[in-house]
């Protein structure tokens, strides 16, 4: 799973790099693909973008740029029978601190996230290799104060069987739990296009072929 994380890792700093990115919005779902010219891992990794789970803030707002919660599909496939080597979440708070909200947005290390799908038993799964990432700080003229951008990262490790449970729930509810906080997000506040998301991965990168 290193160079899986290593190739999520990278996407997260790109995500972050330019200060402008989804001023105006959320940018579209897209799928990345790792370089594999100069592994020997024998593996392909494809890795969502811009999966965020709701537009719901930790803050009791909504989100209208790019920040909040999102939860990306990554799958490894063995190149010589298409076989999948690993399936995970990688998992990303985008937020920023100060700016008068003090950590008010921020989970802390990241620990587990949990599905509760409508159907059967909750889906418990817990992030590993978690990571704190601080960013730029910017100064707003206006109100006087100063912020910091921060992504709180982690992988989740699914099963194949229980991540089509999470992509075609009919009734969808998360919590994800921090070493801070915990936040929920309720049926009405998973975004719509989160599960399709999901599914439009799934049967593009993972199903099998």
Known sequence: MKSVHSFAACLL??????????LFGLP?????????????????TFTGVWNRISKKSLAGGVHIDSSGVFVEPVVSRQKS???IAALSFFVHNETSEGGGAGDVLSLGQ???????????APIPLEVVSGERDVGTT????????????????????VSPGDYQ???????????????????????????????????????????SK
């Not at 700093?13 to 989804?22: D, N």
């Not at 969808?172 to 999901?198: H, P």
């Open 13 to 22: 700093i790109a995500l972050a790099a330019p200060a402008s990115a989804g």
């Open 28 to 44: 579209k779902f897209k799928v990345e693909q790792s370089d594999d010219r100069f592994s020997t891992s024998g593996t392909t």
């Open 81 to 83: 029978d298409g076989a």
């Open 110 to 120: 990241l620990q587990r996230i949990t599905f509760v799908t409508g159907e059967g």
């Open 138 to 157: 910017s100064y707003n003229s206006v109100t006087r104060t100063a912020s910091t951008r921060v992504s709180e990262s982690g992988f989740a490790r």
């Open 165 to 207: 449970r999470i992509m075609n729930a009919p009734a969808l509810i998360a919590r994800i739990e921090g070493s801070r906080r915990s936040m929920t997000y309720e049926v009405k506040d998973v975004s719509k296009s989160f599960q399709v998301n999901l599914r439009s991965f799934w049967t593009a990168h993972a199903a």
